[in-house]
């Protein structure tokens, strides 16, 4: 029906031009007009008719090629997550097999390097699978002091090492136990238009970021987080696949 309709189009379009342009030609012939005026009407006809033909034409074709781009932009996006998603949960499921699948009284030491491997599974695939430039991954392992603490634990992405500590009992170490203990997503779009709060202005390079509880039902393992230099890097439906790998980073240091 498409192939069809185009080509009505081909042969309409300018059969609709040399109508028009005849109808002007008629129009000065009853007009009695005649050499040069007759000339000049027949032509400006002729050019306004292919302007205003052209124009809704030359606009439909530009938006049939920008339609088109951006329908292969998306599927290239989605071919590529997709990609980065086997190559990350096959590796993940089969490091969190090889744990689940051994007696907790033989695990030791093997357990902790493949808790490790987990680890380092989740930011790559993190850091990667949401498509923007030189995203980081990082992991903020929970430890029971006095007062609790969140603090760095590995990170993935561009080369800069997160340096925040969230401290329970200060504001931005409250808003973090917070998301923590209630199993709470959060997203900042701008850190500096809407910064969250306990907020510190200045020395982060990022602009926007994820955050998202590492934890099962029963325990609290700390935070990933994943942010951007620019605004528009992460958006709000990014969040689900970042909740993916966090609660499968969960289940492995469960196990």
């Given at each position: ?69 951006a329908v292969q932009i998306a599927e290239d996006a989605a071919a590529r997550m997709q990609l980065v998603l086997d190559d990350a949960l096959d590796p993940l499921t089969y490091l969190i097999g090889r744990i689940t699948d051994r007696p907790r ?137 970042v909740r993916v790998f966090a609660r499968l980073l969960a289940i492995a240091l469960a196990a």
């Open positions: 029906m498409g192939v069809i309709s185009e080509r009505v189009g081909k042969v309409a379009r300018p059969l609709a031009v040399t109508a028009a342009t005849a109808a002007w030609v008629i129009g000065a012939v009853l007009n009695g007009l005649s050499g040069w005026s007759f000339g000049v009407t027949a032509g400006a006809g002729a050019a306004l008719t292919a302007l205003a033909v052209g124009l809704p034409l030359w606009a439909e074709r530009r938006a049939r090629v920008r339609a088109a781009t009284w033989t695990r030791g030491r093997e357990l902790l390097e493949l808790q490790g491997q987990a680890k380092a599974v989740v930011l790559a695939a993190a850091a990667e699978v949401l498509g923007s430039d030189r995203l980081r991954a990082c992991y903020f392992a929970l430890v029971e002091d006095h007062p609790p603490r969140l603090v760095p634990a590995g990170f993935h992405g561009r080369a800069s090492a997160p340096r925040t500590t969230f401290v329970a009992g200060t504001p931005l170490g409250d808003q973090a136990f917070q998301l923590l203990r209630q199993r709470e997503d959060l997203f900042c779009q701008d850190a500096r238009a809407r910064p969250p709060s306990g907020w510190q202005p200045g020395g982060h390079d990022y602009r926007t970021f994820i955050a998202v509880p590492v934890a099962t039902e029963e325990r609290e393992f700390g935070v990933l987080t994943i942010d951007g230099l620019h605004v528009g890097d992460l958006t709000e439906a990014d969040v689900a696949a």
